[in-house]
Nanobody, 119 residues
Framework: VQVVESGGGLVQAGGSLTLSCAAS????????MGWYRQPPGKQRELVAT???????NYADSVKGRFTISRDDAKNTVYLQMNSLKPEDTAVYYCNAIEILRDRTAYTYWGQGTQVTVSS
């Protein structure tokens, strides 16, 4: 399974960006998809996740500004980011958790996409 992100870039504070992430390959069933980020000099942190039933979870720092959604037919997850702040600057990583028929779980990561918010 391959996971590929797109949509990063440079934006001014207050602006918006939408990230996309598509999982492809021999996929049985993607359960959870999510976004994580790693700011410069810091550890990777959770941004948002969405499970197959549609339940979402957000980091407190992005609640009300970011929206995660998914298209199960395309095994794709999106992250709409509004009211961006300089502190949102980070490499954003997509994560997909596949659950096989025997309930074995595999986690896949994308290569990351840079988001830079200028003040």
């Amino acid at each position: 399974v391959q996971v590929v992100e797109s949509g990063g870039g440079l934006v001014q504070a207050g602006g918006s960006l939408t990230l996309s992430c598509a999982a492809s390959g021999s996929i049985f069933s993607i359960d959870t998809m999510g976004w994580y980020r790693q700011p410069p000099g810091k550890q990777r942190e959770l941004v948002a996740t969405i499970i197959s039933g549609g339940t979402t979870n957000y980091a407190d720092s992005v609640k009300g500004r970011f929206t995660i959604s998914r298209d199960d037919a395309k095994n794709t997850v999106y992250l709409q980011m509004n009211s961006l702040k300089p502190e949102d600057t980070a490499v954003y990583y997509c994560n997909a958790i596949e659950i096989l028929r025997d309930r074995t779980a595999y986690t896949y990561w994308g290569q990351g996409t840079q988001v830079t918010v200028s003040s």
